[in-house]
């Protein structure tokens, strides 16, 4: 089976997700990593065994890929996406999609015209609890959702962003606990609701932090064009990072989920549950917040640019949440 040649533009926290994953796939080769810290970078490429590059340019121009991983700062996500389209280069990109709605469209449409694969990290859909409730509402065995809600209380303190030069800012983050912490839970939601969105009333502030001047609490309704309501409450000023809590109200039965685990009781008095899997892989230092299907997700990604199956997460399905997470920052007033 041939080998797909890859690099992981950004080396910082989060890429130890796709380095491990890379190295533990069948259907990839790493062979180069790139970085703007030159330290950073070669500390990877020796690890690995690849070259290191401190200019994605050069490593596009330089290096016969089929993909990019990209784990940058959110605002240049759109960009380095679009300068690998136009070398005919796959991207799977950490979410978000951008910092802007209207470069994320573009960056897609630019995909789609130089025919190459777009896909957005969003590891927290691989989950076995989402996969069960997911699988539970398509079957139509919960009925029509009425109502949902997602809990989520975790710490990010001070001194977690001052040791960022971009963390907690608007023109680089785009945000604070609604674009990087609660996205996931809010694209859960927004996946299995599965429609579009009417209204979206919603307010941030920010309660607790000194250094940086980005939302750390926000609390919403979003109300879906097939009737669901949604309330979503987020902040960022807890002790610890306690586990998210999503919950339906459905036509057929109650659901409680979270990453790990997912409890279903129906009507009828039948219940079911799913639990994360023993965690086979070992990603040296990343974050249980993360979550642990990083693997799955990458893996997929590559079975697509093979050809062995269609892409789940493409840069059009991500565009929905995107859409999503854009329209509460516009509503909640804070965004400068």
Same mark, same amino acid.
């Given at each position: 089976?041939?080998?797909?040649?890859?690099?992981?533009?950004?080396?910082?926290?989060?890429? +130890?997700?796709?380095?491990?994953?890379?190295?533990?796939?069948?259907?990839?080769?790493?062979?180069?990593?790139?970085?703007?810290?030159?330290?950073?970078?070669?500390?990877?490429a020796n690890k690995y065994g690849v070259k290191a590059y401190t200019d994605y340019?050069?490593?596009?121009?330089? =290096?016969?890929?089929?993909?990019?991983?990209?784990?940058?700062?959110?605002?240049?996500?759109?960009?380095?996406?679009?300068?690998?389209?136009?070398?005919?280069?796959? #991207?799977?990109?950490?979410?978000?999609?951008?910092?802007?709605? =209207?470069?994320?469209?573009?960056?897609?449409?630019?995909?789609?015209?130089?025919? #190459?694969?777009?896909?957005?990290?969003?590891?927290?859909?691989?989950?076995?609890?989402?996969?069960?409730?997911?699988?539970?509402?398509?079957?139509?065995?919960?009925?029509?959702?009425?109502?949902?809600?997602?809990?989520?209380?975790?710490?990010?303190?001070?001194?977690?962003?001052?040791?960022?030069?971009?963390?907690?800012?608007?023109?680089?983050?785009?945000?604070?606990?609604?674009?990087?912490?609660?996205?996931?839970?809010?694209?859960?939601?927004?996946?299995?609701?599965?429609?579009? +969105?009417?209204? +979206?009333?919603?307010?941030?502030?920010?309660?607790?932090?000194?250094?940086?001047?980005?939302?750390?609490?926000?609390?919403?309704?979003? !109300?879906?064009?097939?009737?669901?309501?949604?309330?979503?409450?987020?902040?960022?000023?807890?002790?610890?990072?306690?586990?998210?809590?999503?919950?339906?109200?459905?036509?057929?039965?109650?659901?409680?989920?979270?990453? %790990?685990?997912?409890?279903?009781?129906?009507? %009828?008095? !039948?219940?079911?549950?799913?639990?994360?899997? =023993?965690? !086979?892989?070992?990603?040296?230092?990343?974050?249980?917040?993360?979550?642990?299907?990083?693997?799955?997700?990458?893996?997929?990604?590559?079975?697509?640019?093979?050809?062995? =199956?269609?892409?789940?997460?493409?840069?059009?399905?991500?565009?929905?949440?995107?859409?999503?997470?854009?329209?509460?920052?516009?509503?909640?007033?804070?965004?400068?």
């Amino acid at each position: 089976m041939r080998k797909l040649k890859v690099a992981v533009i950004g080396c910082g926290r989060v890429s +130890v997700m796709h380095f491990v994953s890379i190295a533990q796939s069948s259907r990839a080769e790493l062979v180069a990593c790139c970085d703007i810290k030159t330290e950073r970078a070669n500390a990877v490429a020796n690890k690995y065994g690849v070259k290191a590059y401190t200019d994605y340019v050069a490593l596009l121009q330089n =290096e016969k890929l089929d993909a990019v991983h990209i784990c940058l700062p959110h605002y240049l996500h759109s960009k380095v996406a679009c300068a690998a389209f136009s070398v005919g280069v796959a #991207v799977l990109c950490e979410k978000p999609m951008d910092i802007d709605y =209207e470069r994320a469209v573009a960056a897609v449409r630019y995909a789609k015209e130089k025919g #190459v694969l777009f896909g957005i990290v969003s590891q927290c859909r691989y989950n076995n609890s989402a996969q069960l409730v997911k699988r539970a509402v398509e079957s139509d065995r919960l009925g029509k959702i009425i109502s949902a809600r997602s809990t989520l209380t975790w710490t990010r303190s001070d001194g977690y962003y001052a040791e960022s030069d971009w963390k907690g800012t608007w023109d680089k983050e785009g945000g604070g606990v609604v674009i990087d912490q609660a996205i996931h839970s809010i694209d859960l939601v927004n996946w299995i609701v599965n429609s579009e +969105v009417e209204n +979206v009333s919603c307010s941030m502030a920010n309660r607790g932090h000194k250094i940086v001047h980005v939302e750390d609490s926000a609390e919403g309704l979003i !109300t879906y064009k097939n009737g669901v309501k949604y309330g979503f409450y987020c902040m960022n000023n807890y002790g610890c990072d306690e586990p998210i809590e999503i919950r339906l109200y459905c036509e057929k039965g109650k659901v409680v989920f979270g990453y %790990d685990d997912a409890y279903i009781e129906y009507n %009828d008095g !039948t219940k079911e549950e799913a639990h994360q899997d =023993e965690n !086979t892989v070992e990603y040296e230092g990343g974050k249980d917040y993360w979550g642990f299907q990083h693997a799955r997700q990458i893996e997929q990604f590559y079975k697509a640019c093979l050809g062995e =199956e269609a892409l789940e997460i493409s840069g059009e399905e991500a565009l929905k949440t995107h859409a999503l997470i854009m329209e509460i920052y516009k509503k909640g007033g804070m965004k400068p």
